[in-house]
């Protein structure tokens, strides 16, 4: 099972670290289809759209899914109680993780900072 | 860069702005949606929707792209996460620029900028959102198994979303800072039926405290002032709407409150310009008021822009 989304779906704990460990910049949501997450899909979607962040990879994962360990149990993540979890790595380690629903300024702001071209 | 010319720029992808557009396509005019987000506003915070005639129960989010949906099939375009940094809306012809370089020119401009979720303002409260502090009941109950929560608001949401965090928490204690509830007597009554709810009436939270996550609120009781710590996992709040209208504060004129003052055909102060949805004056603020707005705004617009 897979999100509704047109971002890259990743389905396995491997898929995860096979997306990682072959892209420097990657920004991965991992929650359900719910008010708080869409929000963060839709933002992450058009910026893939928009051509601009074409040096981050853009993908979602299914926070229920029992794969979704290798996001849910990050030390970035610890005490997280509200989705989605938005997990930001840069050359295969966690540079950022937010909490809750983010607005586009928040993103592009961790975009800008972390992933700086 | 992008320069178009509409015969109408709608600001707002919530259930007045999508209306509004449905309406005005269908009568084949240009239509161009903007929305700083995604489409379909606060209704797609809303788990389900059980009042919107012709639907028995649909999620907010369906019903949402339900609305995007058949607008775009009229032919609107809807850009989302369009950050506007300029707005002209005194000259006959409109223009809205957004931070990207694109610019648009329209002859009417309807504004359904709709609301957010009010904070209460307390100290620290934007640290521990994500961390223990909760705008959604549906979304993040589950983090909440068998622990205590708190529950801000004394309206029906707040009190419909108590009853229903009660599925997870193992107590929920509304604190609501007036004397008496602005929800419908049927929503109390429930609350009051359930075991798990307890209430705390003239109090509020002032600050939040913990390390990485909430351990503890500070409550003042309204009435003396006197403070004290309460331990808490948790902190839902349900307090209502405000105005998403900062942006446009001195263009069009707005009331004490930050609500778009609009005339009986939702036409604001200035020519050309319509409001519609939970941005302007009114009472009551339902998917079926803002989806009335939308076409009573974009009907005005159409005469208008016949003339």
């Given amino acids: 099972m897979t999100l509704q989304t047109n971002l890259q779906h990743l389905v396995t704990a491997v898929d995860v670290q096979k ?34 962040y074409n040096h981050v990879k853009f993908a979602d994962m299914l926070f229920d899914t029992p794969e979704a360990h290798i996001i849910r149990n990050l030390p970035e993540c610890r005490g997280f109680m509200g989705l989605p979890f938005t997990v930001y ?21 961790v975009l800008d900072r972390e992933f700086k071209q | 860069m992008e320069n178009k010319q509409y015969d109408s720029i709608i600001i707002g992808a919530g259930p007045a702005g999508l209306t509004a557009g449905i309406y005005l396509s269908r009568a084949k005019a240009r239509v161009l949606i903007l929305d700083s987000g995604m489409a379909g506003g606060q209704i797609i915070l809303t788990h389900e929707v059980a009042n919107y005639p012709g639907f028995e129960s649909i999620s907010g989010y369906m019903l949402a792209m339900n609305m995007k949906k058949q607008a775009e099939k009229h032919g609107c375009e809807i850009k989302t996460n369009a950050q506007i940094i300029e707005y002209d809306l005194q000259a006959p012809l409109k223009q809205i620029k957004l931070s990207n370089g694109e610019s648009y020119t329209a002859k009417t401009v309807i504004l359904a900028t709709g609301g957010r979720s009010r904070k209460i303002g307390a100290i620290k409260e934007d640290d521990f959102a994500g961390r223990g502090i909760s705008y959604c009941a549906t979304c993040d109950g589950d983090f909440f198994q068998d622990r205590e929560i708190i529950v801000i608001g004394g309206g029906n949401s707040a009190l419909e979303e108590a009853v229903s965090l009660t599925k997870y928490a193992s107590k929920v204690t509304i604190v609501h800072m007036l004397d008496q509830w602005q929800a419908f007597a049927s929503a109390v009554d429930e609350m009051k039926e359930n075991p798990k709810i307890d209430y705390l009436m003239n109090s509020k939270i002032v600050e939040f405290v913990g390390q990485d996550n909430l351990a503890h609120v500070i409550i003042e009781e309204v009435a003396t002032g006197k403070r004290y710590a309460k331990k808490i996992d948790g902190v839902f709040i349900f307090i209502g709407y405000v105005p998403n209208t900062e942006e446009i504060k001195g263009l069009v004129e707005l009331n004490q409150y930050g609500e778009i003052i609009v005339d009986a055909h939702f036409k604001t102060n200035l020519e050309g310009v319509y409001a519609a949805g939970d941005s302007i004056v009114k009472r009551y603020r339902q998917i079926t008021t803002a989806v009335s707005d939308g076409t009573q705004a974009a009907l005005n617009v159409l005469e208008y822009i016949k003339q």
């Fill in chain 1, 19 to 52: 997306l990682i460990d072959e892209n420097e910049n990657v920004m991965v949501c991992c929650g359900r289809m719910g008010p708080m997450c869409v929000p963060v899909y839709n933002i992450m979607e058009d910026l893939e759209k928009s051509g601009k």
């Fill in chain 1, 89 to 109: 790595y840069k050359n295969g380690r966690v540079t950022k993780a937010t909490s809750s629903i983010q607005n586009l300024n928040q993103v592009l702001d």
